[in-house]
């Protein structure tokens, strides 16, 4: 099975990246993610001009997602152009993307630094703010600085992804990542009565699984308003059916960090294994088979109304105490009040066996 994505002059022997991140922040990191998870490139951790503030402790888990307040690589520039980056280029054999930010007086002194090492830069604006302007200024100043491919990364705040799109592209980017972590956002220990894992602010960044659903609408927003734009889509990959999803939305890779920290450091290697058997599951013959694929909108303003497959019912209960219109009951059975349904369609996403299904009323 060919997992191969190719684009901007860069061949990926698979879509999978790590995100810019704690697991991407110093020579053991990055050779893992090389040599051992076995990534189709490498990014590295954001590299700035100053030195971060970080409180201690900074990375928060739940089921569902990561907070942090981390801020950019703890190791100066310096670091990683005299030790760091030299070291990994020895016997690289795979695209490097080197993470960068913030803002233009920032891009003029590390472009030209990070240049030797770099594949293709991808750029993070996440403490600029939303002035597209600025934004543009940053695109264009890069632009006069290299010639090799960079990204820039969207932040979630920004209020119209077409609208970034096509100014970065007219200022010369060659695609987005999309999106960086969701914030401001609060963790608050309730018996310590205090704000936990934030800045000084208060406030963290939240990633992983939970933001997945955004991050899908904005590749989606942007490859729409701008096609020839490269999109690597990040935020809430956690299997190979997300990867799917995302090129399936517009992406031409993605990259993953959060669910690492989540399940564990070998979870890349298992996407990368179960990528395979994922395209032949869903009837496609490689990766550009994807992403080449047109995405459907199906919109029904028609009633439905859910039936049982009865061997399937554990008889859990779960629909009957979440139905929002009261439509469900149990009477030896699970049923269905076609007066009260209104076809909202919970109970098939919910149940744990899958033995609700739904049909157009007529059919």
Not at 265 to 276: A, F, N, S, V
Not at 293 to 298: G, H, Q
Request: hydrophobic share 40%.
């Amino acid at each position: 099975m060919n997992l191969k994505t190719v684009f901007d002059g860069l061949t990926l022997e698979n879509p999978l990246l790590p995100a810019s991140g704690p697991l991407v922040g110093d020579l053991e990191k990055l050779l893992f993610m090389r040599d051992e998870a076995g990534c189709g490139a490498v990014v590295t951790k954001t590299i700035s001009t100053k030195a971060p503030k970080i409180p201690k402790p900074c990375i928060y888990s739940d089921k569902h997602y990561i907070m942090n307040s981390e801020l950019w690589s703890e190791h100066p520039l310096s670091t990683w152009v005299e030790d760091i980056l030299p070291a990994y280029q020895k016997n690289n054999d795979r695209p490097l993307i080197i993470s960068v930010g913030y803002s233009k007086a920032d891009m003029q002194e590390l472009i030209p630094q990070l240049e030797q090492f770099a594949d293709a830069f991808e750029v993070s604006t996440h403490y600029v703010g939303t002035d597209l302007n600025k934004i543009k200024e940053t695109v264009e100043t890069i632009r006069s600085l290299t010639d090799k491919p960079f990204y820039m990364k969207i932040s979630p705040h920004i209020p119209d992804p077409a609208a970034y799109a096509k100014t970065i592209k007219a200022a010369g980017a060659n695609g987005v990542a999309a999106i960086n972590s969701l914030g401001p956002t609060m963790n608050i220990n309730l018996e310590n009565r205090a704000i936990e894992y934030g800045a000084e602010d208060g406030f963290v960044w939240t990633s992983g699984p939970v933001i997945k659903n955004l991050a899908l609408a904005t590749v989606y927003k942007i490859k729409n308003a701008e096609p020839d734009l490269t999109v690597i889509g990040v935020g809430g990959i956690a299997k190979a059916e997300d990867v799917l999803e995302f090129l399936l939305a517009g992406a031409d890779a993605v990259q993953m960090l959060s669910a690492a920290l989540l399940k564990g450091k070998q979870l890349y290697k298992k996407i990368i294994d179960d990528l395979p058997g994922t395209l032949e599951k869903y009837g496609f013959a490689s990766i550009e088979a994807v992403k080449s694929t047109i995405l459907e909108k199906r919109v029904d303003y028609k009633d439905k109304l859910p039936w049982l497959i009865e061997e399937k019912c554990i008889e859990c209960m779960l629909c009957v105490k979440t139905c929002p219109y009261f439509a469900i009951e149990f009477k030896d059975r699970i049923t269905f009040d076609p007066a009260k349904c209104f076809s909202c369609g919970l109970c098939v996403s919910i149940c744990p066996t899958d033995a609700i299904k739904m049909d157009t009323v007529g059919d």
